[in-house]
């Protein structure tokens, strides 16, 4: 099984182009590069928007989407709106209370996608992520969020715009007591890195407008190239790979 994950598009209004970059014409590209790729599922793990939740922007991406004709999945970024973003691409039944949370079963393995858009995770959340990574119904090792569970070492995020500290204490008390190491996939951090820690892996995925430099404090785009992740699950492996759209 193969799933490609985007995340950060940042999409404005048409005639944005926020740091001289066309992010409409980079999803398109990416897009092309998807079509090409043809994998099962595609997710995209939130900040759709550039500064706010617009459902012109969410019909935007979504008729760009669509045309794939790929199994997608959608997550809200502190730069979304969840309740307008399920609307718009038709999933308020997966939505709980002003949070768009659930799980996927793909080829018998539960996959979770989680909401972070406050920074921060309801206790109902919590306790459902929990259940389902203490259950023993079927595999569920994989978790998509839009912000990182972890201080990831670029300091510019990390000490403005982290999942808030008692959300990421609770998150790793839960992944400890999983069945099996964890792999978490997000982005937030315009960077790609990978994370081991006691309880699994993460994942941070590069942005599909601007990556950020990850060694200084004020924000510094480091470059403009579009990225994205592969994930390959085949049985007991999971092979995973970040590609940037370098023509
Ligand atoms: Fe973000």
Same mark, same amino acid.
């Given at each position: 099984m193969r799933i490609i994950q985007i995340t950060d598009q940042h999409v404005g209004k048409e005639e944005d182009q926020p740091h001289g970059v066309d992010v409409r014409h980079n999803f398109q590209r990416l897009c092309r590069r998807i079509a090409v790729l043809r994998p099962d599922h595609l997710v995209i793990t939130g900040d759709?928007?550039?500064?706010n939740g617009d459902s012109e922007v969410y019909r935007w991406i979504k008729e760009e989407v669509d045309q794939l004709d790929i199994p997608y999945e959608v997550l809200s970024g502190n730069h979304d709106n969840p309740c307008l973003l399920a609307d718009v691409f038709g999933?308020?039944?997966?939505?709980?209370g002003q949070e768009l949370y659930y799980c996927r079963t793909w080829e018998g393995e539960r996959f979770l996608f989680l909401d972070t858009t406050p920074g921060s995770l309801s206790s109902r959340q919590l306790d459902w992520v929990e259940s389902h990574l203490r259950s023993g119904e079927g595999r569920c090792r994989v978790l998509f969020m839009?912000? &990182? &569970?972890?201080?990831?070492?670029?300091p510019h995020m990390d000490s403005?715009? &982290?999942?808030q500290a008692r959300y990421r204490e609770a998150l790793e008390l839960i992944f400890a007591k999983a069945r099996e190491p964890v792999r978490v996939f997000c982005g937030h951090y315009h960077h790609a890195r990978t994370i081991e820690e006691s309880y699994g892996t993460v994942f941070i995925s590069p942005s599909s407008y601007v990556q950020i430099? &990850?060694?200084?404090?004020?924000?510094?785009?480091?470059?403009?190239t579009p990225g994205f992740r592969v994930i390959e699950v085949q049985g007991d492996q999971l092979r995973t790979s970040v590609h940037f759209m370098v023509d």
């Open positions: 759709l928007c550039l500064e999933v308020t039944a997966d939505m709980k839009h912000h &990182p &569970p972890v201080i990831a070492g670029v403005k715009y &982290p999942l430099n &990850p060694y200084v404090e004020h924000f510094q785009p480091e470059h403009t």
